[in-house]
């Protein structure tokens, strides 16, 4: 199913739609200017869908962005693909199921997901072709808390498990099931770096959260910097440069700076709860949740 639609920028307000929170999708574009970066050209991308659920946006491309959305049945999450080139929305998945999380695979011919079983309460780690056509492929048979994944290499992925009080973090085989507890108290937001180290929040205390960096081959982390207060959420750029958000807030650390410098009020946008930042090459998508 290819719907065409228009880019709009919208600045009135959003209406919860069902169950799920109220959370919609902007494009900028972001170029680096000597040593400083410059935002600009926004697009909002969810106007087909702007009072209910348009999240968890990952980059396939340069230009083709994934994401959960509850567009096509307000109590259901499928996936579905913007295409930034040529302005086109697809539905990816049609399933019983709830998808959460797209997320590219290393063999380029699949993407992986998070999917909310039928019994509402089981989270697997599951795979499906890119173009959605074809039974889903489930990994971690013997994991059912997942809540968030990437994968560092082609059968090696990090995993969020979703753990009362704390959250952990695990480093797993996908074929044969192994995996390691490598620590609790992390964030949902998980990243791998051009060294190939998994970046990650480690939530130390409710004060006192981190960016930390862990080695695979080493097993030990490092950390990295300390988070902008209460957020848990933050992009890598090309030059190692990190962003995370606070509200309308968006700020940066260079890879050698020690603080965080605010890069851009987004509130002239009409951006007041950041809560994810996806970026790839000049591109920069940004999602805001009531």
């Given at each position: 199913?290819?719907?065409?639609?228009?880019?709009?920028?919208?600045?009135?307000?959003?209406?919860?739609m069902?169950?799920?929170?109220t959370?919609?999708?902007?494009?900028?574009?972001?170029?680096?200017?000597?040593?400083?970066?410059?935002?600009?050209?926004?697009?909002?991308?969810?106007?087909?869908?702007?009072?209910?659920?348009?999240n968890?946006?990952?980059y396939?491309?340069?230009?083709?962005?994934?994401f959960?959305?509850?567009?096509?049945?307000?109590?259901?999450?499928?996936?579905?693909?913007?295409?930034?080139?040529?302005?086109?929305?697809?539905?990816?998945t049609?399933?019983?199921?709830?998808?959460?999380?797209?997320?590219?695979?290393?063999?380029?011919?699949?993407?992986?997901?998070?999917?909310?079983?039928?019994?509402?309460?089981?989270?697997?780690?599951?795979?499906?072709?890119?173009?959605?056509?074809?039974?889903?492929?489930?990994?971690?048979?013997?994991?059912?808390?997942?809540?968030?994944?990437?994968?560092?290499?082609?059968?090696?992925?990090?995993l969020?498990?979703?753990?009362?009080?704390?959250?952990?973090?695990?480093?797993?085989?996908?074929?044969s099931?192994?995996?390691?507890?490598?620590?609790?108290?992390?964030?949902?937001?998980?990243?791998?770096?051009?060294?190939?180290?998994?970046?990650?929040?480690?939530?130390?205390?409710?004060?006192?959260?981190f960016?930390?960096?862990?080695?695979?081959?080493?097993?030990?982390?490092?950390?990295?910097?300390?988070?902008?207060?209460?957020?848990?959420?933050?992009e890598?750029?090309?030059?190692?440069?990190?962003?995370?958000?606070?509200?309308?807030?968006?700020?940066?650390?260079?890879?050698?700076?020690?603080?965080?410098?605010?890069?851009?009020?987004?509130?002239?946008?009409?951006?007041d709860?950041?809560?994810?930042?996806?970026?790839?090459?000049?591109?920069?998508?940004?999602?805001?949740?009531?």
């Amino acid at each position: 199913m290819l719907i065409r639609f228009v880019f709009l920028f919208f600045l009135g307000p959003v209406f919860a739609m069902g169950q799920l929170p109220t959370s919609n999708i902007y494009h900028f574009t972001i170029t680096k200017v000597a040593k400083s970066y410059r935002i600009k050209s926004p697009q909002f991308l969810t106007a087909f869908n702007k009072g209910g659920y348009n999240n968890q946006p990952s980059y396939f491309s340069d230009k083709v962005i994934y994401f959960a959305t509850n567009y096509y049945d307000e109590a259901q999450t499928e996936i579905a693909k913007f295409d930034l080139y040529d302005k086109s929305l697809t539905r990816i998945t049609y399933t019983e199921e709830k998808e959460y999380s797209p997320t590219p695979t290393k063999d380029s011919e699949t993407f992986s997901v998070v999917r909310v079983e039928t019994d509402n309460k089981t989270q697997t780690l599951s795979t499906y072709p890119l173009d959605g056509i074809g039974y889903a492929k489930r990994y971690m048979n013997n994991t059912s808390n997942i809540g968030y994944h990437t994968w560092l290499d082609d059968e090696t992925v990090a995993l969020f498990l979703v753990e009362e009080p704390d959250h952990n973090l695990a480093i797993a085989h996908a074929v044969s099931e192994r995996r390691k507890i490598i620590l609790d108290k992390i964030g949902r937001c998980l990243k791998v770096d051009k060294k190939g180290q998994l970046l990650f929040v480690h939530k130390q205390n409710k004060d006192e959260w981190f960016i930390k960096a862990y080695n695979t081959k080493t097993n030990k982390s490092t950390t990295i910097a300390k988070t902008i207060m209460g957020a848990e959420d933050f992009e890598l750029l090309n030059d190692g440069s990190l962003l995370m958000a606070s509200k309308s807030m968006l700020y940066i650390l260079p890879p050698s700076a020690n603080e965080w410098n605010l890069l851009l009020d987004m509130s002239s946008y009409g951006l007041d709860n950041i809560t994810r930042i996806a970026s790839q090459k000049n591109s920069l998508i940004v999602v805001n949740s009531d």
